[in-house]
């Protein structure tokens, strides 16, 4: 009879490979190495409230099909609002948040799972702050109560959160900002410090880790309870408390900010949540909305209605993250062993 019972063997491999019976590497290892592998094509939009109920739902927005659906595996380990969101290709990272927390969760894209990652609390529990990295580490800045201009740093490869010194901290305590950016660096704009609004836009620089203000860069109007997203040249900041539908432009290459009109929100609406990939933007919720708009960076218009894509559910101040936000790389290279562990 042949042997189809794959590799799995209890003889001693060495002497398999010493007398060529050993199954050849290349039926083990996917070749030629290094190999590429998609990164998901999708965005995670967890917690949030509708008084008198919060939220630890978290929806999956298929961006292929414009579609969204709740992943109850994918559930905050507890209920939060007003809590805060970025990550790299493979893991999704919340924090912060109320009921006081400095919770963080990490979702993990390839199975749509979330635990609490003790290790990677927030230095103090805030919410209403803004989170948004690149593909190494995460910054989570600002929030309530204080206000604070903390701002923490998550090594993705250690799941470790440390606070920044004073030269990294936001130019300004504030809560209810956003945030978003592109592989080298940050925009943390907007935001409240009672009783003054803000418009400020700072921008953190990851190589150095140290945050500046950027007058050139500030938002067209003060708002507060905005969200923001991006791709590797624009970021988008729009809506806010008021209610408002305003969308600003961030330009990177200039640090220059303008009003798209034609990317405006099809309803004014704060307190909302926002990601998205490469080509566009996914505006979703807000104060008693389930709405999710599609921003087209290339045209910078909003997208007819997308009912398909709309949340499971109204919700407000939730937070939203995607393996494809902030400029992030389409696709991943791995790299298998090229030689054996021992000589023979």
Do not use: C, H
């Amino acid at each position: 009879m042949a042997n189809t019972r794959g590799i799995f063997t209890l003889s001693d491999i060495q002497e398999r490979v010493f007398f060529d019976t050993w199954v050849p590497r290349s039926d083990v290892w996917i070749a030629p190495s290094p190999f590429t592998v998609s990164v998901p094509n999708t965005g995670y939009f967890g917690g949030g409230w509708v008084f008198p109920t919060t939220y630890s739902t978290m929806d999956k927005v298929t961006y292929s099909s414009d579609t969204t659906a709740a992943v109850p595996g994918a559930a905050l380990s507890a209920a939060r609002r007003y809590l805060a969101a970025t990550g790299n290709s493979t893991n999704g990272y919340f924090g912060g948040g109320t009921p006081s927390s400095s919770t963080m969760d990490k979702v993990t894209y390839s199975s749509d799972t979330t635990a609490a990652v003790p290790g990677a609390a927030l230095s103090v529990a805030r919410q209403a702050l803004a989170a948004t990295g690149n593909s190494t580490a995460g910054y989570f800045g600002g929030g309530a109560s204080g206000p604070r201009s903390t701002m923490d740093k998550l090594t993705y490869s250690t799941d470790i959160t440390v606070a920044l010194p004073a030269t990294g901290t936001l130019s300004a305590a504030r809560y209810g900002l956003a945030a978003t950016g592109n592989s080298t660096a940050g925009y943390f704009g907007g935001g409240r410090s009672a009783p003054a609004f803000f418009s400020t836009m700072d921008k953190v620089t990851y190589s150095t880790d140290t945050t500046a203000v950027l007058p050139g860069a500030s938002l067209t109007s003060v708002r507060r309870q905005l969200a923001a997203t991006g791709n590797s040249t624009a970021g988008y900041f729009g809506g806010g408390d008021g209610p408002r539908s305003t969308m600003d432009k961030v330009t990177y290459s200039s640090d220059t900010t303008a009003a798209v009109p034609g990317a405006a929100l099809s309803a004014a609406r704060g307190y909302l949540a926002a990601t998205g990939n490469s080509t566009a933007g996914y505006f979703g919720g807000g104060y008693l909305f389930s709405t999710m708009d599609k921003i087209d960076y290339a045209t910078d218009t909003r997208l007819p209605a997308i009912p398909g894509a709309s949340l499971s559910s109204p919700r407000y101040a939730l937070a939203a993250t995607s393996a494809l936000a902030n400029g992030q790389t389409s696709s991943l290279q791995v790299s298998v062993p090229t030689t054996l562990p021992y000589s023979v």
